[in-house]
């Protein structure tokens, strides 16, 4: 069946699911909210400990040194400083850890890589006594010519980042380049034989940072069995537990990661960064050691990879596209955490949803000396995605055809390769309709107002190619349950789908199911919460765990009531006995009988993937979005008042329609920034220029559009349960794009460099008056 | 070139004291005279409803009542605060959820809630010095409290709805 939700609201149209359940598919208020709206909410910095030791990080000015001493005697002589530890008090070799490659150090290894890499932690009784010791030890260092951009890191005589030591066996280790990733297919030769036009450019998306709310930290604590207990706001606390387990050598079981809340993370607080440190230090010390970070240490720790992508893209006379080659270059930092894998998630899309005959698609990652990029919300693909958008428009604009008809031109139907090849990768959902309904929502043939323009874009990105997720449901003898799922609720509103879905499967009323998580002694394993996939594989977890109490419930209720098993049946909430329909919580109640006790489901949903392809296996979803956007430019200062954004994701099913609309509106606003205002600014040290608040704008209350809507694409075509798909990232993928093209839709002048502030717009417009080529 | 940081200067010993009402009751710190009283509120008396953030009066998590004006306790001392009558997030909600509270969670207006109290503090001094703001009013009022997960939207509805139930005599 299919059915597009219809426009019925102001602001969003979300909600008219024909899921039946009593609360799945319902605008269920958030799990924990309570908590959250009045400060009672702990996030880790909230959270006591007794005796604590107070840590704080010394750093360096620069973003690529030799250090050659660092002097710990005024620090220590401050009362109330413990310690000082710099790298050369740690094992020989230092120890490093990370996700491809195992290449990040605890502490800087005599050179810092980054501006912000740590060279020493004060450890103190108190914070104010920590910031001083730091402030007070004396660190010498020889600054070394670093490489900031990417002409400096891919000169050929270019001064490497890492030691090619540490890439042993890799062929390219003597270079900057930490990874490349090529997709071909067809024959472009052939293709430009029919083609009528061909539009070539660069684009630029720059560095931006996460800047979650919550800057986050971590406390460790030695625990007596010579294990390790730490509290961390990770989104994925057993890929922790294991790199601590490796670099201390403690099996699992006594590595134990607590993760608070999270209070925001978009990507940021996947992967071990400053937790191996502190949990060596309390290891050493013996005591609980408590780094708690500022938002400037945030943005020296969390970043996404700056891209330089030149496209070259032909089309026929009637705009279909027939082929498309693309260099992209993406600015990773000095460690390689996930940024390979960013690089080549984000290329394999790069020829975007559309029919392509032919195609040649070359990324690389690029170590400079800078903060490590990491996964942020859209992973690779808002990077190509500008690119590729931008693309389409200019191909539409030299052939005389609109951005929405050729894009309808170009678009893949339902089941159509998109990527094609050894691993292709096919449509999985009606994607036109998205399109479609942007340009309905945004009233695409309505006359404009001048200096207006409207521009539309599609974007996709892939969900987890493989993944493991575990859960237990126990439903207790009064007819309540706990759910445990190791899903790190990070705003996203995971623990309130999994209260909706155990109280639909069995029965139970909303407010007795609790969920537990963030912790990895007591809650089943869980690989990630990321890629917008826990709806997906842990909802379905959650749903086989319920299946799982649903038949003990069933097996024991035959047993104890003396009636074959075959004459009783389950389904969702209820058992079906001879003598008719029982409430689950009921058959339990009586099948439990006088000693009590309670049923225990395990529900695991695993993905294998395919080791032979590119990304590690077929994603098990694509998200995808139209957004279409109208805005004014005010050409005599340049600055863009969007009059309105119309986001639609295609979402298979909406479990939870206020939480739908809250992540697509968040995204889609998260998306103006990196289009609109944020860039990291690196000087020729490599330092950060502004860091912080202060000097680095994200969007406020003032720069949400003046209309923004959200709507959603209801199919029921997911893999996860009720047929959803995950949808937390889609708003922002293409946000770019559409800006882009509206702004040229306004002025005539095409803009390729984002972001699109207002000094980058007028210095655009003012170029173009004086007829200088864009 | 080779470069030395390091800085022998230490931190401050002065210590002071400090007694203010919060929340409607009399409370007392001693503190270092630098101490913010964002620090002493949360380290001193507790309440860690006020989040840091920035520390530097742009994001708004911090956001409590000074006399009934809504400041950044980021950026007012703890000796600033003496004698003087601060409300904190804690304080808004001490006979169960306020009435702005639950539109916040009626609008969808919670993500990860680490900029929520803020949120909630500034609202409802907007909401006391101006019981019926536009959509306008509530964005400008609202601009210096940051929410990453954007869920800008959400709140200007949840203020726009508790101002008609303030308004139509509910509560």
């Known amino acids: ?774 | 070139m080779t470069s030395t940081t390091g800085n022998q200067q230490p931190a401050s010993t002065d210590q002071q004291n400090v007694t203010c009402t919060v929340n409607g009751s009399e409370r007392s710190m001693f503190v270092p005279t630098e101490r913010t009283l964002l620090d002493g509120l949360r380290d001193e008396l507790g309440l860690t409803g006020s989040k840091k953030c920035c520390a530097e009066g742009e994001c708004g998590a911090c956001t409590i009542l000074l006399d009934g004006r809504a400041v950044n306790s980021c950026l007012v001392l703890c000796s600033e605060a003496d004698g003087r009558e601060i409300t904190t997030i804690e304080g808004l909600s001490q006979d169960g959820l306020s009435d702005l509270q639950e539109e916040f969670l009626n609008a969808g207006a919670v993500q990860c809630g680490f900029c929520i109290p803020g949120q909630v503090v500034s609202a409802e001094y907007l909401l006391r010095t101006n019981p019926e703001p536009s959509v306008e009013q509530i964005r400008e009022s609202m601009s210096g409290n940051l929410c990453r997960c954007a869920g800008y939207e959400r709140i200007v509805c949840a203020v726009q709805a508790t101002a008609a139930r303030r308004t139509c005599g509910h509560d």
């Not at chain 1, 509290?231 to 601590?244: G, R």
């Not at chain 1, 993406?330 to 790069?350: E, Q, W």
């Not at chain 1, 942020?376 to 191909?395: K, M």
């Open chain 1, 1 to 774: 069946m299919t059915e597009a939700i219809q426009h019925t609201a102001p602001s969003h149209s979300h909600g008219d699911s024909t899921v039946s359940g009593r609360n799945v598919g319902q605008p269920v208020l958030r799990y924990g909210g309570e908590d959250r709206t009045t400060g009672a909410q702990r996030f880790v910095a909230d959270l006591e400990f007794t005796n604590a030791l107070q840590v704080a990080l010394v750093t360096i000015p620069v973003g690529c040194a030799e250090i050659t001493g660092i002097d710990k005697a005024a620090a220590l002589r401050i009362p109330g400083v413990v310690d000082v530890v710099a790298g050369v008090d740690l094992p020989s070799p230092m120890p490093r850890f990370g996700v491809s490659h195992q290449d990040r150090p605890v502490l800087a290894d005599g050179r810092v890589n980054f501006h912000g890499e740590p060279v020493a932690a004060v450890l103190a009784e108190t914070a104010e006594a920590a910031y001083a010791g730091a402030r007070a030890v004396h660190v010498d260092f020889n600054e070394l010519p670093g490489v900031y951009t990417l002409d400096s890191a891919l000169a050929p005589e270019a001064q490497l980042v890492q030691d090619p030591a540490l890439r042993p066996g890799d062929p390219l280790a003597d270079t900057n380049v930490i990874k490349d990733a090529l997709y071909t297919w067809g024959d472009i030769a052939a293709e430009e034989e029919r083609t009528a036009t061909v539009v070539e450019n660069t684009y630029t998306f720059p560095m931006v940072t996460h800047f979650p709310i919550e800057p986050g930290g971590t406390v460790a604590i030695p625990t007596d069995n010579g294990g390790i207990e730490v509290y961390s706001p990770v989104q994925h606390p057993y890929l922790l537990q294991q790199t601590l387990a490796k670099l201390l050598g403690l099996p699992l079981n006594k590595v134990r990661v607590c993760a608070p809340d999270p209070g925001g993370a978009f990507g940021g607080k996947q992967n071990p960064k400053l937790e191996p440190l502190v949990a060596i230090l309390a290891l050493r010390t013996g005591r609980t050691c408590r780094l708690i970070l500022s938002l400037e240490e945030t943005f020296q720790s969390m970043r996404r990879a700056g891209c330089r992508i030149t496209a070259r893209t032909g089309f026929t006379e009637q705009g279909h596209l027939t082929f498309h080659e693309v260099k992209a270059d993406f600015l990773i930092g000095a460690y390689a955490d996930v940024a390979p894998r960013v690089m080549s998630k984000g290329t394999y899309v790069a020829a975007g949803p559309y029919r392509m005959p032919a195609v040649r698609v070359a990324g690389r990652a690029v170590l400079t000396n800078t903060t490590p990029s990491t996964a942020f919300r859209g992973y690779g693909s808002p990077q190509v995605t500008w690119a590729t958008e931008s693309q389409l428009d200019a191909g539409a604009r030299a052939l005389g055809l609109d951005g929405l008809e050729i894009r309808r031109r170009n678009l893949v139907g339902n089941g159509e390769a998109f990527v094609r090849g050894e691993c292709e990768a096919k449509a999985d959902g009606e994607w036109i309709q998205s399109l479609e309904k942007a340009a309905e929502l945004i009233g695409w043939d309505q006359p404009l107002a001048p200096n207006r323009g409207r521009g539309i874009a599609v974007g996709i990105k892939p969900g987890a190619t493989s993944g493991l997720s575990q859960s237990l449901v126990r439903l207790l003898f009064d007819g309540s349950a706990i759910v445990y799922a190791g899903t790190s609720d990070m705003g996203q509103g995971a623990r309130t789908l999994w209260q909706q879905i155990v109280s639909d499967e069995l029965g139970v009323e909303l407010d007795k199911v609790s969920v537990v998580s963030g912790d990895t002694s007591t809650v089943p394993f869980d690989l990630q919460t990321s890629a917008s996939r826990s709806t997906v594989f842990m909802g379905s977890a959650a749903v086989l765990a319920c299946q799982d109490v649903r038949r003990r419930v069933l097996e024991l209720y035959a047993e104890t009531h003396g009636i074959p098993e075959e004459q009783l049946s389950e389904e969702p909430g209820l058992l079906v006995t001879p003598d008719g329909e029982v409430s689950l919580p009921e058959a339990a109640r009586a099948a439990l009988g006088s000693l009590r006790g309670e049923f225990i489901g395990q529900g695991t949903r695993r993905l294998r993937g395919k080791g032979h392809h590119p990304l590690g296996g077929d994603a098990a979803f694509y998200e995808f979005n139209a957004t279409a956007i109208e805005v004014e430019v005010d050409r005599e200062t340049g600055e863009l008042l969007l009059t309105k954004h119309v986001t639609v994701s295609d979402v298979g099913t909406e479990l939870n329609p206020l939480q739908v609309v809250s992540q697509d509106e968040g995204a889609a606003i998260m998306g103006l920034g990196h289009s609109q205002m944020e860039q990291l600014l690196i000087d020729d040290h490599g330092r950060i220029r502004n860091l912080g608040a202060l000097d680095y704008r994200i969007p406020t209350f003032k720069d949400v559009p003046v209309e923004l809507i959200s709507a959603a694409i209801e199919n029921h075509d997911g893999p996860g349960p009720y047929g959803s798909k995950g949808i937390s990232e889609g708003a922002l993928l293409c946000t770019a794009g559409a800006l882009g093209s509206a702004v040229a839709a306004a002025t005539g002048v095409v803009f390729r460099d984002l972001p699109l502030t207002p000094e980058t717009v007028w210095t655009g417009l003012q170029a173009a008056d004086l007829g200088q080529p864009d």
